[in-house]
């Protein structure tokens, strides 16, 4: 069994900056479909970056140019660097994987195609 822990997240200001980790353990492959998702209070869980085992990477459009999605194959590791944060991001953070394949590559933002998850971080971006 795969299991997901985020950490990093926090209360910043807005423009601040935050990175996000998601550390995988168990039988993990660095080579998963894996992606991050966010919700606000209130609202549905959106898709905010993924990425596959080609090294392709796709981007909500409200966090093109500010989020960056990065691994790290030999820790197990997935990070999402936020930058010009805005009071919008706030939400909890959560990452997944598609562990059903150790080669995948689909860069989606449906959570049915994700069948582990993290627990969530909190964000939250204050005025």
């Known amino acids: 069994e795969v299991q997901l822990v985020e950490s990093g997240g926090g209360s910043v200001q807005a423009g601040g900056s935050l990175r996000l980790s998601c550390a995988a353990s168990g039988y993990a492959s660095g080579s998963y479909c894996m992606g991050w998702f966010r919700q606000a209070p209130g609202k549905e869980r959106e898709g905010v970056a993924s990425v596959n085992s080609y090294g392709g990477k796709r981007y909500a459009d409200s966090v093109r140019g500010r989020f960056t999605l990065s691994k790290d194959t030999a820790k197990n590791t997935l990070y999402l660097e936020m930058n010009s944060l805005k009071p919008e991001d706030t939400a909890i953070y959560y990452c997944?994987?598609?562990?059903?394949?150790?080669?995948?590559?689909?860069?989606?933002?449906?959570?049915?195609?994700?069948?582990?998850w993290g627990q969530g971080t909190q964000v939250t971006v204050s005025s």
């Open positions: 997944a994987a598609d562990t059903r394949w150790t080669r995948c590559s689909l860069l989606t933002f449906a959570d049915q195609n994700y069948n582990a």
